[in-house]
């Protein structure tokens, strides 16, 4: 009877953790954008290549939230027409669920006014397991672990997104919405997963102080479904296009401010590293130390002008 209620618990906790089911909220939403909107795609006019790294809550007992982004993207262009594709992928590891998004992007980009409307559309494959292997009772239960270890579910459907993404030379604004599908991932006979519709608005403005070596560069992100409404407010300052820093603060849909954050980050040549630290204001705090986010992107101009490459010295002043 113990067994079976422990095994009765673990599905629970799986079904609970369905209904709270959403898009992973990072602190650094303004870096990897693709990851949210595939509108986004081809938007810089470079190849660019960003990396995530998120650990979650640390100093909790168990297994704490575990993330990894990549999230790589290119314009090109037919004829006279500009595009964009993309590629996202999330891998993810929250107490006994491993969550797995793999996603293609395209985005078609129209001149309009003084900035560029994209429309992106994204076809990808979620996979959701749910192992308790990890989970240890001790010596006394050793019956009860073997059961444990059974239980193993997997479930996989298809993810479709929509997007929009205005941008100028000085702000930009962006809607998206994903898993349009709401597909039901079954994991076994008796467990389904029902995977809810989710929104997100993110929006950010450059401002050029009187200083020509510091910029503003505010932001807001904004994440809705049909449980819940959560956003992300930020400042950051750049200096001389290569370091930044800067505040933000997390509101849950109570309207209450759960977490300050703080972000650090320097882009060296092709390469831009940031960190962020994340300090929680709620209950958490009391069983939580924060959580760290560690980021890397590598860029790759496409627009290359032709420079010196057919440049010849005459012989004459050789």
Known sequence: MKRCWIIIMLCSICVI???????????????????????????TGDLNANALYRMQWLGMDGNT??????????????????????????????????????????????????????????????????????????????????????????????????????????YYIGLA????????????????????????????????????????????????????VAGDITARVVYNNMFNGGLGTRISDNGKFNALILYLGASIKKFHVGYAYEYPTSAISNVSSGSHEFMVTYRINLNKKDGNKNKHKSIRIL
């Not at 369905?18 to 986004?40: E, K, T, V, W």
């Not at 990808?124 to 009860?144: I, P, Y």
């Open 177 to 228: 919405s994903s898993r349009i599908l709401e597909p039901t991932l079954k994991l076994s006979e008796n467990i389904e997963r029902k995977v809810s519709r989710g929104y997100n608005l993110t929006a950010g403005y450059n401002i050029q102080t009187r200083n020509p070596l510091i910029q503003l560069q505010p932001s807001v992100f904004v994440q809705m479904s049909s449980w819940m």
């Open 17 to 43: 953790s369905a209904l709270s089911q959403s898009d992973s909220q990072f602190n650094h939403y303004f870096r990897i954008m693709g990851y949210y909107n595939p509108a986004y795609a081809g938007k």
């Open 65 to 170: 939230p575990r993330s990894i982004v990549v999230v790589g993207d290119m314009p090109f262009k037919i004829k006279k027409t500009n595009h964009g594709v993309g590629l996202s992928v999330l891998s993810e590891k929250i107490g006994l669920d491993e969550d797995l998004y793999i996603s293609g992007q395209y985005a078609y980009k129209k001149k309009i006014g003084k900035g560029t409307l994209s429309i992106g559309l994204q076809l990808g494959l979620m996979s959701k397991s749910f192992r308790a292997d990890s989970l240890k009772l001790g010596e006394s239960n050793d019956h009860a672990q073997e059961d444990i270890e059974q239980v193993k579910m997997d479930a996989k459907g298809l993810d479709l997104a929509l997007g929009l993404f205005y941008s100028t030379d000085k």
